[in-house]
């Protein structure tokens, strides 16, 4: 157990160097039953510390074991938050001055920090954030292979499906879409690999630091980091002549218009949205007009009835019809 805990450990160092030596101590006592499903680690200022592994929450003592009463726990200072701020910045708030304003950083390896703090408003505009207090380290989880059960659903003639994929939070959509695209961009047994563009807004799916993908998406697909949907896509169209793009989550019209520009360009798209289900899809007024246009030829429905990532129905563009029998892992 202590072997695998350290390799587990030796792959997420970016996120361990941007703790203080205490934090990350506690990080590095962590049981490996929770360790090996560790997908955030929550830090509050003047709260527990705690993450977020297989579905439930944990309280950390101040030695990484976990406990369900929060008083047990180690609280987290002042302090504590200012280190990390100045860790994660490399000790020049300047030069994440920008991530900061859209509310995150990422770190090396594709590792992305959610903030929370006080907003500065200029203009109606939000201009930085200051007396951050609040951090959510996610971690990037690369599982190749995790798309095979859908690829055969959104490739026909070895051409790519526009899809949609919905899911509720924390079922795995960014893992999933990130395996689609590796393998459209490199190609496997019966199919040619594509051109891709991916229009990554959150930093999520290519994980960039410094402009480099952190986590691999393929050999024929470039990323626009940090960059608006909207924007990005039509940047894609006019510069790069990508076959497919891809992108994290839709939510707004101009989003809706520019996937119509990528398809009257004969682009291929593949995006995902926040949506327990068809029938909740259709509640939501951007959601519910794309539904409507039969922009996607698929949409898939991420559960998590036989565990995280479970794949709940595949329906092509009429919703009529769940083409699965079953729901499959």
């Known amino acids: 157990m202590e072997q695998k805990s350290t390799k587990i450990l030796d792959k997420i160092q970016p996120v361990l160097q941007s703790l203080p030596d ?100 200029d203009g109606g505009k939000l201009k930085t954030l200051k007396y951050i207090n609040s951090f959510n380290i996610r971690i990037t989880r690369e599982i190749p292979g995790v798309a095979d059960k859908v690829l055969p659903f959104i490739i026909k003639d070895g051409n790519v499906l526009h899809t949609l994929i919905l899911s509720p939070p924390q079922m ?37 630091y410094q402009g480099i993908p952190q986590n691999y998406v393929g050999i024929r697909t470039d990323v626009l980091d940090a960059c608006p949907k909207a924007i990005g896509i039509i940047m894609l169209i006019r510069s790069m002549s990508p076959q497919v793009i891809a992108t994290d989550e839709i939510g707004r019209e101009e989003d809706v218009s520019a996937i119509e520009d990528a398809l009257n360009a004969g682009i291929k798209i593949i995006t995902t949205a926040h949506s327990n289900d068809i029938q909740d899809a259709k509640r939501r007024p951007i959601l519910s007009s794309i539904l409507d246009k039969n922009i996607f030829e698929r949409i898939l429905v991420l559960g998590n009835s036989l565990g995280t990532g479970t794949l709940e129905g595949v329906y092509d563009s009429k919703l009529k019809n769940n083409l699965l029998s079953k729901p499959i892992r």
């Open 22 to 121: 205490n934090i990350r101590k506690t990080i590095c006592g962590i049981p490996f039953t929770i360790l090996k499903d560790l997908e955030e680690i929550r830090i509050r200022e003047n709260r527990p510390l705690m993450v977020y592994s297989h579905g439930k929450d944990y309280f950390l003592r101040e030695d990484g074991e976990p406990t369900v009463n929060p008083a047990n726990a180690y609280y987290v200072t002042s302090r504590d938050t200012q280190r990390i701020l100045q860790l994660m910045a490399d000790f020049s708030l300047y030069a994440i001055e920008e991530e900061i304003r859209n509310g995150y950083i990422t770190l090396k390896g594709g590792y992305r920090v959610g903030l929370a703090g006080k907003g500065v408003v």
């Open 172 to 208: 795995g959509k960014t893992t999933l879409i990130r395996d689609i695209v590796r393998q459209i961009s490199d190609g496997f047994p019966g199919f040619n690999g594509k051109k891709v563009g991916i229009v990554d807004e959150r930093s999520e799916i290519a994980g960039c």
